[in-house]
């Protein structure tokens, strides 16, 4: 400034802005001092001075003035970058709002570069001055994040803690000045109101929170459980209503539990799925809580097939015919009732003939039972009922197999077959390569 | 085909390609960040059904340069590491992978070598994975656990795949549908790659439940990715069960039947390598895997292979002749050398050799593999199955099925090729009656065992076996123009629905 306005003084700035007086008093000088400067390759270096002062000034008209006159030298130069003058409006602007006396922060230019903006900001929001930082934010091009967001949510802070308006408006209010703004974290504000003590306020607050991952911890912590259940479903994520759950497990007791997970198909089904990984007795009672038989049934049917012993398979099985036949599942009832027998059976086989049977369905229980030539096979066919026509597929398969073409032979030839001969010749045809000689025998058979 | 729950399709590809290697360079970015965080000589211990994905994210040299010395797939036995001084489990958050890990620190801290142990779960850790660990009592002995949040693979320039194959399942049968939110992420990936994307169609339960979670995870993302300039401008999210009948009948193609009879996995499929003849093995070292008794050969199946990607496509029986026409004119190319006299001819000639035995190696490798196809489906099973698809699919005297499935039975065919065609003609006719529904059920258990009841129960749940609804597939077929009769070629061709579910 000293440069500028010193008597007398020599620099550009000085030259410049008695210039621009010139140039205002309509004064031919005014190209005088121009040239002056211009000649001496000066211009540039007055523009900036005359920035530079104004800047330093803190009385409006001066800053006006300098201002001017920095501006009027601008127009002879050709390249001039105008951002810094921009820039330096800008700030002006900015200073001069806040050394008003009702803000009353005089700060000085080289205070103001040191502080940077954010703190500013910050000075201003600790102030409570809340819509000058905001405009003030936006009027610098503070980007979202530091800036306006940063300051709503210090307001609605402030808002929370202030005890004159009821929760639900305070809720409206807040969220209609927020709605627009991005990366506000509705968490923090509600936290605050539950410091407050406004826990009503805070949970209406987290409703408009969109970040579910957030909301649903803080719900938990505020023990509104069924609120964080909510939250997690709506949000998709199912670790996060995984997390609810086990917590509800945790603390609520037993029937309540079980209750709460009745309210939702999703939560009750990620529960089974839990249960299903670790306990599958629970998963029972589960079942027979919601009075779902048939899955209860077919949970004894899982459990059967992975008991290594047959006792143990058997006494599964027995609950699951039993729910079957209470829930009206007649086929699978009396599939399971066939199982059971079956399973008699194949224990028996077991023990009698030393090789495993356990576990094997029934056709190929036969068909094991055929290759040996057993006895036991025809037993077992008209205990089940096994149609003729399929025995005899069995029996072809199974002699084909244990390589017996001669009574192959026999059979096909007895033209007893229910099913023609053609499958005599099919079976023994695909069997494997070295079997296709033997299956030109059969070709003769057919029609 | 590839195992994404939900297919995406862009309204322009035909214009121009997506470039997919940006999805592959930020699924990197996020891999190597991690493996940095890890100190010392690294040994890289994977769960099986990671290393097929991950082969589209880095391979093998780029591990080498973060110092991955040594890598192993999660065994009960075999020891992970020889002297890197950092072990990192990559792994899906599964609950039995997690008793195999613990089993191997534990056998590990047994020895006492003094190692770190870090953990790496894709996408991400579950909270049930996380106390599994603690119950096993090997959380404490972790450096690091991390996540790694790649959803997508770019499995070919126009494919990417999520690499769930349990997605259906879970979501259908287990009413577990994490993979749905899985699938919101990888598009909010993908928007925030290539600009939000401002139209979405979709249909299905799924589908909209995938819309509804990545609107909300949308309002998240950095206001400047609105100002990119999209390059998609819309997404179709179908759900599966849209078209339960395509996947069910045998794939016709090239590429299709490949993968019904061979297997076609990340892009790969594998054969015995006795059947190709002095050809040297492409694409370097990857995790150890067979013994030296069964050499395999590996063919990478992806359209940077010129003359595939022509094949891929084509109904099997139309690449034969394909073949041999190109075969032919790769023999005239080759002789016009004799054609070359002067410098300049020679020297056309010559530039033009490489692109030439290029092209021969290709046509050898997959004259061989057209043989193998083949092979195996001249036989009357494959063909009367799929002679029966044919009418299935043509609504045309859908009673021939029946003896065929119960013969099929009989002859104690493979349950799976019996249960696809059952729930083909099932879709088909929408339900069975009863007395045909009861018939097949009994024979299955009777057949194939009592597991079944099971079996048929979760195709039930799924929609693919039921008792009958109102006939509506006939006039579905016709309006959507589902099949299409072509004289020239033996089978008729049926078009997914999907196809035609596409808006203009």
Not at chain 2, 62 to 91: C, S, Y
């Amino acid at each position: 400034v000293e440069d500028v306005f010193a008597i007398g003084s020599e620099h550009p700035g000085a030259v410049l802005f008695d210039a621009y007086k010139e140039f205002e008093r309509k004064s031919a000088k005014a190209d005088e001092y121009i040239r002056i400067i211009r000649d001496g390759k000066k211009l540039g270096e007055a523009v900036d001075q005359c920035i530079a002062a104004a800047g330093a000034e803190l009385e409006p008209s001066y800053q006006r003035l300098l201002l001017r006159a920095s501006s009027f030298g601008k127009c002879f130069l050709d390249d001039f970058d105008s951002r810094h003058f921009v820039d330096m409006c800008h700030t002006l602007r900015a200073l001069n709002a806040i050394r008003d006396y009702r803000i009353a922060i005089p700060l000085t230019m080289v205070q103001f570069e040191k502080m940077t903006l954010a703190t500013l900001v910050d000075r201003l929001i600790l102030r409570r001055h809340y819509a000058l930082a905001m405009r003030i934010c936006k009027y610098m091009g503070l980007s979202e994040m530091e800036g306006e967001s940063r300051v709503l949510a210090h307001w609605a802070c402030y808002k929370v803690e202030q005890r004159g308006i009821d929760d639900h408006d305070l809720a409206r209010q807040i969220s209609s000045k927020l709605s627009d703004a991005r990366g506000i974290s509705y968490t923090d504000i509600a936290e605050k109101a539950t410091e407050c003590g406004r826990r009503s306020l805070a949970i209406e607050l987290l409703n408009y929170e969109p970040k579910a991952e957030k909301q649903v911890p803080i719900l938990m912590k505020m023990n509104e459980l069924s609120h964080a259940l909510q939250k997690a479903i709506e949000s998709g994520d199912t670790e996060l209503v995984y997390a609810v759950v086990l917590r509800m497990n945790e603390s609520m007791a037993r029937r309540d539990f079980l209750m709460a997970m009745q309210q939702s198909d999703i939560a009750f089904d990620l529960y089974l799925q839990m249960c299903r990984a670790k306990d599958r007795e629970q998963l029972k009672n589960l079942y027979e809580m919601a009075d779902k038989k048939v899955k209860k049934a077919s949970v004894c049917v899982e459990l059967s097939l992975r008991s290594p012993k047959v006792e143990d398979k058997l006494e599964e099985l027995d609950q699951a015919r039993d729910l079957y036949s209470i829930a009206k599942r007649s086929f699978e009832a009396k599939m399971t009732e066939d199982e059971i027998k079956l399973l008699d059976h194949q224990k028996m086989l077991e023990t009698k003939l030393g090789v495993k049977y356990v576990g094997l369905s029934l056709y190929e229980t036969l068909h094991r039972l055929l290759i040996r030539g057993s006895p036991f096979a025809e037993k077992l066919k008209s205990q089940f009922k096994v149609a003729d026509k399929r025995y005899w597929w069995l029996r072809i398969r199974a002699l084909t197999a244990a390589k017996k073409y001669n009574e192959l032979m026999v059979l096909a030839k007895s033209k007893k077959s229910p099913i023609g001969c053609e499958p005599f010749f099919q079976v023994v045809y695909d069997n494997g390569e070295g079997d296709v000689h033997e299956a030109k025998h059969f070709v003769g058979l057919l029609p | 085909l590839y195992s994404s729950r939900l297919q995406m399709a862009a309204s322009h590809l035909s214009s121009g390609r997506i470039d997919v290697s940006r999805v592959r360079d930020a699924a990197r970015r996020h891999f190597l960040e991690l493996l940095d965080r890890c100190e010392g000589t690294k040994a890289l211990v994977w769960d099986e059904s990671m290393t097929g994905p991950f082969s589209f994210v880095a391979d093998y040299s780029v591990l080498k340069e973060r110092n991955v010395t040594k890598m192993t797939i999660i065994q009960h036995n075999t020891p992970p590491a020889d002297n890197e001084q950092h072990v990192i489990f990559l792994t899906r958050p599964k609950l039995d992978v997690m008793e195999r890990i613990a089993d191997c620190i534990r056998k590990e801290e047994r020895s006492a070598k003094g190692r770190d142990f870090s953990v790496i779960f894709v996408p991400r850790k579950t909270l049930m994975c996380d106390r599994k660990l603690e119950e096993l009592g090997v959380k404490g002995s972790f450096a690091n656990i991390f996540e790694c949040p790649i959803d997508l693979y770019p499995v070919d320039s126009d494919v990417l795949s999520m690499e769930l194959p349990l997605a259906f399942r879970e979501c259908y049968l287990e009413g577990d549908f994490t993979s749905m939110y899985y699938v919101a992420r990888s598009l909010i990936l993908l928007q925030s790659l290539y600009g939000i994307i401002p139209k979405i169609f979709g249909k299905g339960e799924c589908a909209k439940r995938v819309a509804d979670i990545m609107m909300r995870l949308r309002k998240d993302l950095p206001k400047d990715v609105e100002t990119v300039a999209p390059e998609f401008d819309s997404v179709v999210l179908l759900d599966r069960n849209v078209d339960l009948l395509s996947p069910l009948l045998t794939q016709l193609t090239y590429e299709g039947l490949l993968d019904e009879l061979f297997g076609v996995e990340n892009g790969r499929c594998k054969f015995s390598a006795d059947k190709f003849s002095g050809q040297s093995e492409g694409g370097g070292g990857r995790v150890p895997q067979q013994q030296p008794e069964n050499p395999t050969k590996t063919i990478m199946l992806n359209s940077s292979d010129d003359l595939y990607a022509e094949i891929r496509d084509l109904n099997f029986y139309a690449v034969g002749p394909l073949l041999n026409a190109k075969a032919k004119r790769i023999r005239e190319a080759f002789e016009e050398r004799h054609g070359a006299k002067t410098v300049g001819q020679i020297k056309q000639f010559v530039s033009k050799l490489s692109h030439i035995q290029g092209i021969r190696i290709s046509l050898s490798t997959y004259t061989t593999v057209t043989a193998l196809l083949k092979e195996k489906i001249e036989n009357s099973e494959f063909i009367d199955r799929v002679s029966m698809e044919q009418d299935v699919f043509r609504a045309v005297d859908v009673d021939r099925i029946h003896p065929f499935v119960e013969q099929l039975m009989c002859m104690r065919a493979p349950l799976a090729n019996v249960l696809r065609l059952i729930c083909a003609q099932c879709t088909a006719s929408n339900g069975f009656k009863q007395k045909v529904y009861d018939f097949y059920r009994k024979e299955i258990i009777q057949t194939y065992g009592y597991e079944h009841l099971r079996t048929l129960e979760r195709l039930e749940e799924a929609g693919l076996y039921r008792l009958q609804g109102p006939k509506v597939y006939n006039t579905i077929r016709k309006t959507m123009r589902l099949t299409v009769e072509d004289v020239n070629e033996q089978v008729d061709r049926f078009l997914p629905s999907i196809t035609h579910t596409m808006p203009n």
